[in-house]
Each structure stands twice: as C-alpha cells, then as structure tokens.
C-alpha cells in the first residue's frame, strides 16, 4: 500500500508541477510546448497509472478469493467441530452403556459361587480378571483368588496390588 501511495503522490506533484507551467504559459498568453521528454515522462507516468489500477484491480479480486477461502474454511471448521459433539456424545453413550454391562456382570459374577467363578476367570486374560475382581467386595475377591490357578492367582494379585 505504500508503494502505491508513493507511486500516486508522485503523480500528483507532477501533475501539479505540469498544471503550474500549462497556467503560467496560459497566463502569458503564449502557446504551452511540451518536449519531447516531458511528453515522454508524461506517458510513463500514465502507463504506471494504468498498471498501478490494474494491480489494484488484481489485488482486490484476489483478496475477495481469500475471503471466500477463509469463508469455506470457516464453514468446514463449524461442520468438524459439530462431528465432534457428535461423536462425543456417541461416544458418552456407549460408554454408558459399556458400564451398566459392565455392572450387570459385577452382580452376576458376585452371586455365584467362587467354585463356579473361577473356571470361567481362569479363561480371561488377566486384565479383564483384574477389573473384575476391583469391582467386587473384598470378601468375594478373596474367596475367588484361592480357587484360581496358583499362577493366574499371582498374576492377578500382583495387578490388584497396584493403584492407578
């Protein structure tokens, strides 16, 4: 912006400096002669004029292609953060209901008897046993360790003893 700032300003002195000689000339009554050279310097200047508008020309066209990119990104963002709710709450129910499963089992597995629970843990690996065990009352948990095989026991036990 300040080139072509500079660029206006010193086409209007030199328009003001052309206009100050053409009225003294039409002061004096005599004809205004132009050189060659000044004729010259006059038609630069309007051809720098000329390609100064058509930049500018240029460079609104592109600014208002920005805006319209800026506009479309602006658009796409509102539309991902909106999926993202979405799947947030997607996401907060299946987790919801994951636990209310998971809660149903907990009370399954604590109404049956350790001699019976812990063939079925003896299957698991042992991190599902060892969420499931957290769940339960310490009294259960304990009953339930002595019937599991004595090395899934230790595994277990060890992961139990462990705090997140």
Same mark, same amino acid.
């Given at each position: ?16 400096l052309f206009c100050t000689v053409v ?48 506009? #479309?990104?602006? =658009? $796409? *963002?509102? !539309?991902?953060? +909106?999926? %993202?709710? #979405?799947?947030? =709450? $997607? *996401?907060? !129910?299946?987790? +919801?209901? %994951? ?5 149903? *089992?907990?009370?399954?597995?604590s109404t049956m008897s350790s001699s ?29 360790i002595s019937k599991l095989e004595t ?14």
């Amino acid at each position: 912006m300040r080139k072509m700032t500079k660029v206006h300003t010193f086409f209007g002195m030199f328009l003001f400096l052309f206009c100050t000689v053409v009225q003294c000339a039409i002061a004096a009554d005599s004809p205004v002669e132009v050189s060659s050279q000044e004729l010259e310097k006059s038609q630069s200047l309007q051809q720098r004029e000329e390609a100064v508008v058509l930049r500018e020309k240029e460079l609104d066209a592109r600014q208002k292609e920005l805006d319209l990119l800026g506009s #479309e990104v602006d =658009a $796409k *963002l509102e !539309e991902v953060a +909106a999926m %993202q709710k #979405e799947i947030e =709450a $997607k *996401l907060a !129910e299946i987790k +919801a209901e %994951q636990d209310a499963s998971f809660k149903n *089992l907990i009370k399954v597995y604590s109404t049956m008897s350790s001699s019976k629970l812990a063939p079925l843990l003896n299957q698991m690996t042992d991190g599902d046993v060892e969420k499931i065990l957290r769940a339960m009352k310490a009294d259960q948990v304990a009953q339930v360790i002595s019937k599991l095989e004595t090395e899934k026991a230790v595994r277990v036990s060890r992961l139990l003893g462990r705090f997140e």
